[in-house]
């Protein structure tokens, strides 16, 4: 065993995850280390490693050399570790209490040690069994809002985010979202994965020209607009959550881009859930995509109005441009993401588990409609109680 010593990348062992572990001094000497691998993303291992005499956990996080979800065949830099150990980091400045602890960074062995989150479950599988969550929507509106307005020319020197911007590119990451979301399911790509039952809605989409057109502007606007340091993947597995807490994990896709897509992307999980459910759950659900925008907003707006240092700051109307553009941006990132789950190479659990062929069929026709409805309409929805009678009228 040379793991903890030889600083060669090899991804690790349950085995060698203890001993790596016991190495840390994170455990007392007498401690009884287990570990188990938990990871289900597409990308990493992660190893729960615990104390069985004092109960005490934590997380180690390795990077593996290619995409789990497709094999060895598909290479992927290890240096998104290093990336998403300082988004952690960088966002916990501002969102504390929001995102894990990072113990440690091992550049060599891309591993992240951090916080045991083992208490709380990946929102999408709580989401799935009707759990209740009546914190997640205000806590993400908070970390929307904290990290994303901290990261920004509104509140940084112009020399310090540059230098954040660069510490930050990501460019292989990058790819894999301009690929997955934005160009392939948009044409008949080899890397589309969609029901034979859906084919006539997929051609419909791959001709619409109007419908490209917006995601033609919106796949730019990832390459082109620096605006914030993004988690770059917040989907509902990527939050941890309880009653009681929220924790924003996995920002490996972590890169400075425009504001709206983490917004866009944590709705568009939401409304996916919408599509699944009935009557008062959907309700449920419904609020926590208002409560979402709200929170967000609000607190965006107020920490602009105290701590912006734009000097355009007070100028009539440009918070309005702004916070505007976002929305905007928000609704067209959502409706991607929710075409690309549904009928691009990465799916979500939520539609896939129906176990009945024509719900699990009549739920896929109806995200990819709303979300079509998103991309096309995104110029005209007037707010966010405009996209809940969209919904609630969708779905009736
Ligand atoms: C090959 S990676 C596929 C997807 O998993 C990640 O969580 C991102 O959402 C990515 O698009
Ligand atoms: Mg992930």
Redesign the pocket.
């Known amino acids: 065993m040379t793991i903890a010593t030889k600083k060669q990348y090899e991804s690790l062992t349950e085995e060698q995850a203890i001993i790596y572990a016991k190495n840390l001094n994170l455990f007392s000497n007498d401690a009884q280390l287990t570990c188990s691998e938990i990871g289900d ?3 990493n291992y992660v190893f729960h490693i615990k104390d069985l005499r004092s109960g005490k956990g934590i997380i180690l996080k390795q990077a593996l050399p290619y ?1 789990k ?2 094999g060895e065949s598909w290479p992927l830099t290890l240096k998104r570790a290093l990336i998403e150990a300082n988004a952690l980091k960088k966002h916990g400045e501002f969102a504390a209490g929001l995102v894990p602890e990072v113990y440690a960074i091992d550049e060599e062995l891309a591993i992240t040690v951090m916080e045991d989150l083992s208490r709380l479950t990946i929102s999408r599988e709580g989401l799935i069994g009707l759990e209740s969550y009546p914190k997640l929507a205000t806590d993400i509106g908070k970390y929307l809002a904290q990290t994303l307005f901290h990261t920004s020319d509104f509140a940084l020197h112009p020399f310090e985010k540059k230098k954040l911007v660069s510490e930050f590119s990501n460019p292989e990451l990058c790819k ?2 301009e690929d ?2 934005f160009t392939d399911p948009f044409f008949d790509h080899e890397t589309n994965d969609f029901e034979p039952s859906l084919r006539a809605e997929v051609e419909a989409i791959w001709n619409n020209e109007l419908l490209k057109l917006e995601v033609a502007k919106l796949k730019k606007s990832f390459l082109t607009e620096a605006e914030a340091l993004l988690h770059g ?1 917040l ?1 509902t597995g990527s939050i941890f959550a309880s009653e009681t807490e929220t924790k924003v994990i996995d920002p490996e ?1 972590a890169f400075y881009g425009p504001i709206g897509f983490d917004v866009g992307l944590f709705l568009a999980n939401l409304i996916v859930q919408t599509i699944t459910r009935e009557g008062e759950q959907r309700d449920v659900i419904l609020r926590h995509i208002e409560q979402t925008w709200e929170v967000f907003s609000a607190d965006f707006s107020e920490l602009w109005e105290n701590k912006a240092v734009e000097s355009y700051k007070d100028t009539k109307g440009f918070k309005a441009y702004v916070l505007n553009k976002i929305f905007r941006d928000t609704l067209g990132f959502a409706g991607c993401e929710l075409i690309r789950r549904t009928i691009g ?2 799916h979500v659990k939520d539609l896939d588990g129906i176990v009945e062929d024509e719900k699990r069929i009549l739920s896929k026709k109806q995200a990819l409609r709303i979300g079509e409805l998103l991309l096309l309409k995104r110029e005209s929805i007037s707010s966010i109680q405009a996209v809940i009678v969209l919904l609630e009228e969708l779905q009736k």
């Open positions: 993303g597409n990308l995409a979800v497709v894999i979202t997955l979301i993947d989907h896709f190479l990465a």
